[in-house]
């Protein structure tokens, strides 16, 4: 199944019938999330209407590290395998990845200046987030930092495979120093510690970002697809046309001498 979808025109064509599906059955999960969370789920006895962040900056954080763990995964097969689309992906994911990011930081700052009294705490949970967002923008950097494109996707795959270490960082932080940042309510081995009317929106909500992210990936890869196709257009017509135009210029005649 892997090596058919190696195929770029068989992604084009798979890609192009799934889409509309995924375009439509995400809009449809997030506004039922965005009902579930904003009108149907209760606030919170200590924080009040302002845990409705919650069902926004959690998905975004959960995105975040499943985004970047996507592009190490694809930059490993890129370089191992040389998989004709796993480049394509890993590029596509990152702007995307750093975008949910990006949400998850803004997100939780506005959830922390109620809860903590501060905009920002340079804690463990906090800074590694920010140090994920900085390595998000310097795969981004790194893989347009080359004119060929071959060689700013290997280094890039490089920088993404020795960013995988702050994934567990992120993840127990929380377990291993003191943080103000809360430690995990849902992803625990005890089971959820969050009230099910609670849960149930998060979860709506964590499934369309996921949908969200399936449907800009292959909008992405296609968009990418697309652009090299057009490159390869570009530069295969260059010869041709100046051997037409050589063919065309008319020789200059010689003057008779004296």
């Known amino acids: 199944m892997i090596s058919r979808l190696a195929n770029p025109a068989r992604f084009m064509r798979l890609s192009a019938k799934v889409l509309p ?24 006895y200590q924080q009040g209407e302002s845990v ?17 763990l996507f592009i190490a995964v694809a930059s490993a097969v ?6 004709p689309l796993a480049e394509i992906a890993a590029g596509a994911a990152a702007p995307i990845g750093a975008a949910f990011t990006f949400v998850c930081l803004a997100t939780g700052s506005l959830w922390g200046r109620p809860m ?29 930092a080359f ?22 960082i992120i993840k127990f932080s929380v377990d291993w120093w003191n ?21 149930a929106p998060l979860l709506v909500m964590a499934v369309g970002f996921l949908l969200l ?3 800009l990936l292959l909008l992405g890869m296609r968009a990418a ?4 196709k057009a490159l390869a257009l570009r530069l295969n017509s260059v010869p041709a046309s100046g051997r037409v135009a050589g063919r065309e210029r008319p020789v200059p005649a010689q003057s008779p001498a004296g």
């Not at 599906?21 to 919170?44: E, M, Q, R, S």
């Not at 697809?225 to 090299?228: F, G, I, P, T, V």
Request: hydrophobic content about 55%; aromatic content about 12%; proline content about 6%.
């Open 21 to 44: 599906w995924c375009g439509w059955l995400t809009l449809a999960i997030l506004v039922i999330g965005l009902y579930l969370a904003l009108v149907t789920a209760p606030p919170d």
């Open 52 to 68: 409705r962040i919650m069902y926004i900056h959690v998905p975004s954080a959960w995105m975040a590290l499943s985004v970047y």
């Open 78 to 83: 890129a370089l191992v395998w040389r998989h």
């Open 116 to 144: 903590w009294g501060t905009w920002w705490v340079w804690d463990a949970r906090l800074t590694s987030v920010l140090v994920l967002f900085f390595l998000y923008l310097g795969y981004i950097a790194l893989v347009h």
């Open 147 to 168: 004119v060929e494109p071959g060689r700013g996707a290997k280094a890039g795959s490089v920088l993404a495979l020795v960013g995988v270490v702050n994934l567990p």
């Open 179 to 199: 943080t103000l940042h809360q430690p995990a309510s849902v992803m625990r081995l005890g089971g959820p510690r969050i009230d099910p009317s609670m849960l």
């Open 213 to 215: 992210f399936v449907t």
């Open 225 to 228: 697809l697309n652009e090299r």
